[in-house]
């Protein structure tokens, strides 16, 4: 078995000693010394020997000792070796790859968890058998998915949740849902997979909601959009076309008048195109870039409130600072932030209410700076929407009496950041909104690096 002629392996206990592997050697000496100590009957042990071409080969050694001398001492003892290392080899084979694919499960399970898509499979007969728990936030789903059929397992992820109507360009293996309790918009795509022999089926979710939300917006913008442009157009032509056809009929003031309401509603014009312009430029990458200069902010707030008229309502304006307040920043900046605060606050106000704007110096976070507040007196906001007013296209007036794309204070926002300053939104004390803004008195120069 191992290659030797008999007579070549001397009958002595350092033969056999020189022949087992030394890393098997004290496994082996244990059982047999317990056997030798009468605490087993036999002895048997799987170890490595060495063959006769020096290559360790496994055996499985049984015996027992049969014969003692007068003293108790072992006399004799028979047993059997046997040829174990194709069953070693085998099972050291079969315990790697079974480590491997433990270590693969672990794989799979960490790569599942952190999936952003998650996963229900369904084996023999279209019967669900597993899903990961992501698939299960995401439809709003229990164990009692399991073991059914895959149309019953939809039916049961649309009963949890709201089915949302079907998109133009969505595939007939979709559909999609509303997950009231997450707030989220989700995706599930039913595909096959398995083999010809096992076909088996697999679901798909995906959260969805930002892509959902920005259809929505896009879907808003064109409605916006083709409103406040077609509005002040209409003026414009309309006007325009009794002047050119018809000016002898008017007087020279009403050809005045008329001239006016088309130079208003251009100035309309070219607002709405620069606040898609500026939004354009944002979302392309090109943030904001100010230009500071030294000048009193008191007296720039008071020259740009007495030039304010606002088109919607005849409001007066209050303004409150008693000193001269300056700042290094940038006055263009500034005039369109409190143009757009102001301008909001009278869109939302009823007619002839005050408005009121006080300045006044306030040190932040150890920061020399002044804080503007605007106050209205209109209708207010909801909490809920204080902070989202800030995003593009959303608008706290959802009737749409009150003309506007929703760009304003988006814009506001990242003319304040770029500025270093901050604007928020707060409820009055007796109603309508109060607008905080705050402005370093100085723009800190940012390194690259």
Known sequence: ???????????????????????????????????????????????????????????????????????????????????????????????????????????????????????????????????????????????????????????????????????????????????????????????????????????????????????????????????ELRTPLSSVCGFSELLLESADLFSRDEQKEMLRSIYTQAMSLSAIVTQLLDV????????????????????????????????????SIEYACGEACEINSDPEFINRIITNLLSNACKYSEHGLTVEIALKRQQLKERDGYAIRITDHGIGMAKEDREKVFDKFFRADKSRKVQGMGLGLHITRQLTDALQGFVCLDAGEDGGTVAHIWLPEEIEEKSDA
């Not at 799979?108 to 369904?122: H, W």
């Not at 100010?290 to 008229?309: C, G, N, R, V």
């Open 280 to 315: 354009s430029r944002i979302e392309s990458g090109l943030k904001p870039t100010p230009h500071p200069e030294t000048f009193d902010l008191s007296k720039h707030i008071a020259q740009l409130i007495s030039a304010f008229t606002p088109r919607e309502r005849n409001h």
């Open 1 to 227: 078995m191992l290659g030797y002629a008999p007579g070549e392996i001397a009958p002595h206990v350092s033969s056999w000693e020189y022949l087992v592997h030394p890393d098997d050697m004290p496994e082996v000496m244990q059982v047999l010394q317990q056997h030798l100590d009468g605490k087993i009957d036999s002895y048997e042990t799987t170890h490595r020997v060495k063959n006769k071409e020096g290559e360790w080969q496994w055996i499985q050694d049984r015996g027992k000792i049969v014969e003692y001398d007068n003293n108790g001492s072992p006399l004799r003892a028979v047993g059997t070796h046997l040829d174990v290392s194709g069953r070693i080899k085998t099972e050291q084979s079969l315990a790697k790859r079974t480590d491997q694919l433990e270590r693969a499960n672990l794989e799979l399970d960490e790569i599942l968890n952190i999936s952003p898509v998650g996963f229900m499979s369904f084996g023999a007969n279209n019967i669900s058998t597993f899903y990961t728990p992501r698939f299960a936030a995401l439809v709003n789903i229990n164990d009692k998915i399991l073991g059914i059929s895959i149309g019953k397992a939809k039916q049961h992820i649309i009963d949890n949740n709201k089915l949302l109507p079907a998109r133009p360009e969505q595939d007939t293996n979709e559909f999609i849902i509303y997950n009231r309790e997450a707030d989220k918009v989700i995706k599930i795509r039913t595909t096959s997979s398995g083999s010809q022999s096992q076909p088996a089926q697999l679901m798909a979710a995906i959260d969805i909601t930002q892509e959902h939300n920005l259809d929505r917006m896009k879907t808003y913008f064109m409605s916006a959009a083709s409103h």
